[in-house]
């Protein structure tokens, strides 16, 4: 069984079209995330939601909107695609624990490679 | 700024050589510090995590160590073999409350056999 399920694994489109990516993780973690990696391969948070709630929001643009119906699944929207946008979006999870003893090892998906053309 | 360091070349190596990796962030006090794998087309998948109050980690083949004086750890893969050809990254987290991860480039690793 995938821990971590992303879809569609590619996506091509026209500038201007509005996508949406799904994930799914059915390992019972309490946070999910959304990471872009550019060309130059730098992982970089978007988002992160704790038990369905909003708790990081990196500087993205908002035409990128997060939306997380359950704990279980967080899918991420893009408006009005750009040339920019193109990389490929990784949705990973964690049990995290604050304090001392906090860990958040982080599961990731496959990735969605996203091309705007 | 902060900032995390890996080396952005590649690391060629000999089979059944040490591979040596370097993380180095400048400006954070991480509570701990972890390490990921990448291999093409797929995504980090966790290796080892060591805590600021730890020296060193070791699982397998594979040993962390964590300076926080010198901001720096090294990831270590003994007896290298070409199936640990892949991307190495490290991430840090900002604090314990702070759940996502600030990840290094990564280096890639090719185990020559």
């Known amino acids: 069984d995938t821990a971590v399920s992303q879809t569609p694994k590619y996506l091509v489109t026209q500038m201007g079209n509005d996508k949406s990516i799904k994930c799914e993780q059915n390992?019972?973690?309490?946070?999910m995330y959304w990471y872009k990696q550019d060309s130059k391969k730098f992982l970089k948070i978007m988002f992160s939601?704790?038990?369905?709630?909003?708790?990081i929001n990196e500087t993205v643009p908002n035409r990128f909107s997060p939306k997380s119906p359950d704990k279980a699944h967080l899918n991420l929207h893009i408006n009005s695609l750009e040339l920019g946008d193109s990389a490929v979006y990784f949705c990973?999870?964690?049990?995290?624990?604050?304090?001392?003893?906090?860990?958040?090892?982080?599961?990731f998906g496959a990735g969605t490679r996203l091309s705007v053309l | 700024s902060q900032k995390i360091e890996q080396n952005s070349e590649a690391l060629n190596i000999q089979e059944g050589k040490t591979a040596t990796l370097t993380c180095n962030y400048t400006n954070y006090s991480p509570a701990y510090l972890q390490w990921y794998r990448q291999d093409p087309g797929r995504g980090p998948v966790f290796l080892l995590l060591i805590r600021e109050n730890e020296k060193e980690k070791r699982k397998e083949r594979l040993k962390v160590t964590f300076d926080t004086t010198l901001k720096q750890s090294l990831f270590h893969i003994t007896a290298s073999q070409p199936a640990d050809s892949a991307t190495y990254l490290c991430?840090?987290?900002?604090?314990?409350?702070?759940?996502?991860?600030?990840f290094g480039s990564g280096t890639r690793l090719q185990v020559q056999p």
């Open positions: 939601y704790n038990n369905k709630e909003l708790i």
């Open positions: 991430a840090l987290a900002l604090g314990t409350g702070r759940r996502a991860l600030t």
């Open positions: 990973a999870s964690s049990q995290g624990t604050s304090g001392v003893k906090a860990k958040n090892i982080q599961y």
């Open positions: 390992l019972g973690h309490d946070t």
